[in-house]
């Protein structure tokens, strides 16, 4: 059982206003959030292009919260030094965009880093299951990658179940994290019944609806209570 006292909100500021960027990641700061989620895309694994090393680094210095940067990188490799600066972040990359998974797993934790690894919606759990055991993260794309403001996929949600098996049942320390569409509703309790660990929300919490401390506060109430299977 998992109860909601270990489940961790993760704000992407993808979707905060980058014209006030350092307040947005401050707010949300103070509003209790646990991470700050930085998507990173590359223009090829995915369509778009985010920010690069530079914004990171003024992201990191608006918060004392660990960053949990997620890499839409192809073949990221060459480029985990610029995003390895901080021992407290955490680094995640895509198990469809490494060539040797395996290798560059090592290469974060070598660096000292809490490491991750994503899967896409179309992806099987197969393609993480062998380096699991390493892992601190394994973070399930609950929409295909490369924007944020789309709809939660629901069918995502078995493989977090699966995931959350296999790690209970081999007793591995693994958290199970879940981005994109996720919202103070149905998609936050379900992905928390499943198993999940770590919600990502993007508009759900940076939008102009309502100021982020009672977007968080929405989150935060509506996964009170709300036990995994
Ligand atoms: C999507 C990104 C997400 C995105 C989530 O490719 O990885 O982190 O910012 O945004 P929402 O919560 O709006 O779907
Ligand atoms: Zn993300």
Known sequence: MVSEAYIQIAPSVLAADFSNLGQQVRDVTDAGADLIHVDIM???FVPSISF???VVDAIRKSTHLP???HLMVLEPDN???SFM???TD???VHAEACRDLHRTVTQIKDGGHQVGVAINPDTSISAVEEVLPQLDIVLVMTVNPGFGGQSFIPETMDKVKRLREIIRSEGYA???EVDGGVKADWTAQDSVRAGA???VAGTAIFNNQEPVSQSMERMRGCIHGVIST
Do not use: M, R
């Open 90 to 92: 955490q680094i995640i």
């Open 197 to 199: 660990t770590i919600l």
């Open 79 to 81: 480029l985990l030094p």
């Open 174 to 176: 693994t958290q199970i």
């Open 85 to 87: 600066k901080a021992p």
């Open 52 to 54: 690069g090393e530079v």
């Open 67 to 69: 960053l949990n940067i």
């Open 42 to 44: 590359d223009g090829q």
